[in-house]
């Protein structure tokens, strides 16, 4: 089983490369503002230009849908309790394939979930860690059921409009989630999915396991990262996720008038806690 990612470099340099791992429903490029602070940031300071990379995930952006028979086995009602691991492996293997043994590894919200399971299975290739706006657990019976329509809906009748709820205004939403800029970009970003591609992901995502016990285990330097208005992992989600980090140094970063995709919405204030986590990986682990 082989599944393929498309990797986006923003830039080449030494050591250690920091991979971003994109949320859902978008692809790689939610992270474009955010990569261009950090490498103002580490210009300005004439740090060492560190590689940033930031892949698209399987049936995402540039990467294709998986096949049915590289996607793992399938439950009852559609899920795919493999297509994480399977995709976590696939991460690896592009990490590897490029002659690195570690990376630092920021995933935003579904992203997150790939980063913990790179974790599970592959703790020796983690060097640092970032977890932005997501959670560990699988999703509870209710929340499973409508990942499992959307796909059906958005193969059926081959569109992303099932999704496009993420643009729509919610009271509580963050200035940024509200204005013409979010709505026309992320709108935009969404029509571009493929709608298979969009269906995979969440049947990846509904047969996920659940992750709460790899917090404990996590060694290298972490970074917790959430908006204050994120509707589905504020504060109160984050901050019991980076207590239960007993195993090593964590910074915890809250971000006022911020919803869920914090790297977009306040690129420089996420930039800063990635180069604050960056500066914290000790430099004897480079690239092999």
Same mark, same amino acid.
């Given at each position: 089983m082989a599944l393929t990612i498309e990797n986006h470099v923003y830039r080449e340099g030494e050591g250690?490369? *920091?991979? *971003?791992?994109?949320?859902?429903?978008?692809?790689?490029?939610?992270?474009?503002r955010c990569a261009t602070a950090l490498m103002e940031m580490s210009d300005a300071q004439e740090c060492t230009q560190y590689p940033i990379w930031a892949p698209d995930m399987p049936g995402a952006g540039a990467s294709s849908v998986p096949r049915p028979e590289?996607?793992?086995?399938?439950a009852e009602d559609g899920a795919l309790p493999d297509a994480l691991d399977l995709m976590a492996d696939a991460y690896v293997d592009l990490l590897h394939a490029a002659s690195y043994g570690q990376a630092i590894w920021a995933g935003l919200s579904m992203g997150g979930y790939l980063v913990l399971d790179v974790q599970r299975r592959h703790p020796?290739?983690?060097?640092?860690m970032a977890l932005l706006d997501t959670k560990g657990d699988a999703?509870?019976?209710?929340?499973?059921?409508?990942? @499992?329509? @959307?796909?059906?809906?958005?193969?059926q009748r081959h569109t992303t409009d099932p999704v496009m709820f993420f643009t729509e205004v919610q009271p509580g939403d963050s200035t940024v989630k509200q204005?013409?800029?979010? @709505?026309?970009?992320?709108?935009?970003?969404?029509?571009e999915q493929q709608p298979a591609g969009i269906a995979w992901r969440e049947l990846m995502a509904a047969g996920r396991p659940d992750l709460n016990d790899q917090f404990a285990r996590i060694t290298a330097?972490?970074?917790?990262?959430?908006?204050?208005?994120?509707?589905?992992?504020a504060p109160a989600v984050m901050e019991p996720l980076a207590?239960?980090?007993?195993?090593?140094?964590?910074?915890?970063?809250?971000?006022e008038d911020c919803g869920h995709f914090s790297a977009w919405e306040r690129p420089d204030i996420v930039a800063q806690a990635l180069h604050g986590l960056i500066a914290r990986v000790p430099r004897v682990i480079?690239?092999?």
């Amino acid at each position: 089983m082989a599944l393929t990612i498309e990797n986006h470099v923003y830039r080449e340099g030494e050591g250690i490369p *920091l991979i *971003l791992v994109h949320g859902f429903p978008v692809d790689h490029r939610m992270w474009d503002r955010c990569a261009t602070a950090l490498m103002e940031m580490s210009d300005a300071q004439e740090c060492t230009q560190y590689p940033i990379w930031a892949p698209d995930m399987p049936g995402a952006g540039a990467s294709s849908v998986p096949r049915p028979e590289d996607s793992g086995a399938r439950a009852e009602d559609g899920a795919l309790p493999d297509a994480l691991d399977l995709m976590a492996d696939a991460y690896v293997d592009l990490l590897h394939a490029a002659s690195y043994g570690q990376a630092i590894w920021a995933g935003l919200s579904m992203g997150g979930y790939l980063v913990l399971d790179v974790q599970r299975r592959h703790p020796e290739a983690v060097a640092g860690m970032a977890l932005l706006d997501t959670k560990g657990d699988a999703d509870a019976p209710a929340s499973r059921a409508h990942r @499992i329509e @959307i796909a059906r809906e958005c193969v059926q009748r081959h569109t992303t409009d099932p999704v496009m709820f993420f643009t729509e205004v919610q009271p509580g939403d963050s200035t940024v989630k509200q204005s013409p800029e979010y @709505i026309s970009q992320f709108s935009t970003w969404i029509r571009e999915q493929q709608p298979a591609g969009i269906a995979w992901r969440e049947l990846m995502a509904a047969g996920r396991p659940d992750l709460n016990d790899q917090f404990a285990r996590i060694t290298a330097p972490a970074a917790v990262i959430c908006g204050e208005n994120d509707p589905s992992s504020a504060p109160a989600v984050m901050e019991p996720l980076a207590r239960a980090m007993t195993g090593t140094d964590v910074a915890m970063t809250e971000i006022e008038d911020c919803g869920h995709f914090s790297a977009w919405e306040r690129p420089d204030i996420v930039a800063q806690a990635l180069h604050g986590l960056i500066a914290r990986v000790p430099r004897v682990i480079a690239a092999e």
